[in-house]
């Protein structure tokens, strides 16, 4: 089985559950159902690893430490990007290594998405120039003013349009179950929400021409 690669993006004050809860849902995905499937990865479709600007520790809201798999340099081809959010995009939007980055990834990803504020960073880098999109209630508003042709969605937890983007911190397990969906079939997807106790309540807005 060929499996598909999910690299995580992480930073300082990066909020927890904005990488955590895509990692969980990446992770734990298995096209055989079931408890014990999870014990191995043999029906695993997904490979999942963090990315980093280096190896060193990364320090995430709360003072979480997290050691990143890989950084820039050493990053394997990633198919599915996953830019998250937290206070630390703020600094970030001025990081140009950072953000050569994450465009470079992202032209030869097959999918990009972003949680939160995330959106910021795929905004600056013209990512999302002229399509729908949104973040984080606190911050529709800058995602706006980063770039104006940006049709910001404030009322919808996920947006797909063409890149999938999801609303503040939970909102990245909807996120993740949605491109799992569109990638493996709604039952793989509704049956890894059953595995993680979560219940998918909130609909994907589809992209629009």
Do not use: K
């Not at 559950?17 to 995905?29: I, K």
């Not at 960073?121 to 911050?139: K, N, P, S």
């Not at 009322?155 to 969906?181: F, K, N, P, Q, Y």
Request: proline letters at 6%; glycine letters at 8%.
């Amino acid at each position: 089985m060929v499996t598909t690669r999910v690299g995580i993006l992480i930073f300082d004050e990066v909020e927890v559950l904005d990488f955590a809860g895509p990692y969980e849902v990446f992770s734990r995905t298995r096209l055989v159902p079931g408890v014990e499937s999870r014990r191995s990865n043999a029906s695993a479709p997904f490979e999942v690893f963090t990315v980093a600007a280096s190896r060193a520790p990364v320090t995430a809201t709360g003072g979480l430490r997290v050691l990143p798999d890989v950084d820039f340099d050493s990053a394997p081809p990633i198919d599915i990007l996953v830019v998250p959010g937290g206070f630390g995009t703020r600094a970030l939007l001025r990081d140009e290594a950072t953000l050569a980055w994450i465009r470079q990834t992202a032209g030869a990803a097959r999918q990009v998405t972003s949680v939160c504020t995330g959106a910021l960073l795929l905004a600056r880098t013209g990512l999302l120039a002229g399509r729908r999109a949104t973040t984080h209630w606190g911050a529709l508003g800058l995602l706006a003013e980063v770039d104006p042709t940006i049709r910001v969605e404030p009322d919808l937890r996920v947006v797909d349009d063409v890149i999938v983007t999801s609303a503040g911190v939970s909102a990245g397990i909807d996120m993740a179950l949605a491109v799992v969906e569109s990638l493996c079939g709604r039952a793989v997807a509704d049956e890894t929400a059953h595995y993680m106790d979560y219940p998918r309540t909130r609909p994907v807005s589809p992209a629009t021409s």
